[in-house]
């Protein structure tokens, strides 16, 4: 039986273990924002093509947070729908700017489709404007899913699945759907033409480091020979 979580030494710190879940890395997931994506409200939402955006992001720190408001007032009024109220409330729901703020059942960073400056995030439309990858301009958390880095308490172990419903807390079973709850019968995201470990090489690399990266790569595609060859 081949294994479904994989572990990799850390060449970045030592003493650290990263636990893949080779399973997902393996699979044809892809996005589909725009494809059918239902969206993480309770009733279906494709309409809306809100995507994960319903809510407002959660910011990782204190720079990410910087970094987003000084990112957020260079965006071209015609490319941010929600720039007057950016502009006049700033971009945060709280004081701590640990989240973004929500408007029109929405966070403040997307566009809706009837927006004539593109639909979708302000801050990904932005990235791409300024040839740039969206990695770097969007919060962590949202260019890193459906990829989740769970981390032990002692730092010794850091576990890499994809997001699932009893993360998103007390709303997560009442959603409509998860993406990566699919399977074979009802396959939604899982129709990629490459496997996550390729289709999502950039988020990887920025999320593990480069030389990371490659080992994880390696040990997912000897899992998958070796699969093939029992």
Known sequence: MVEQFLEVDDPYQSGR???????????????????GCQGILDDPAEELQQGCCSHGAEVLDQDEAMTIAA??????????E????????????????????????????????????GVGCALHIGALDNDEPPTDWKPSICWQAPLKADHAADGTLVTLRPWTRRDWGPGGETMAWMCTDCNDDNPAAFVGEEPVVVSLKHELSELLGPELYEAVA????????????S
Do not use: M, Y
């Open 17 to 35: 273990r990263w636990r893949i879940d080779a399973e997902f890395l393996s699979s044809n997931w892809s996005c589909v924002w725009g494809r």
């Open 71 to 80: 990112l957020a007032a260079s965006l071209d009024p015609a490319r941010f």
């Open 82 to 117: 929600n720039h007057a109220t950016a502009s006049s409330d700033g971009i945060f729901s709280n004081e701590a700017k640990t989240h973004t703020r929500v408007v029109n059942d929405a966070c403040i960073f997307f566009n809706r489709p009837e927006f004539a400056g």
């Open 218 to 229: 390696n040990a997912v595609n000897q899992r998958e020979s070796d699969q093939r060859d």
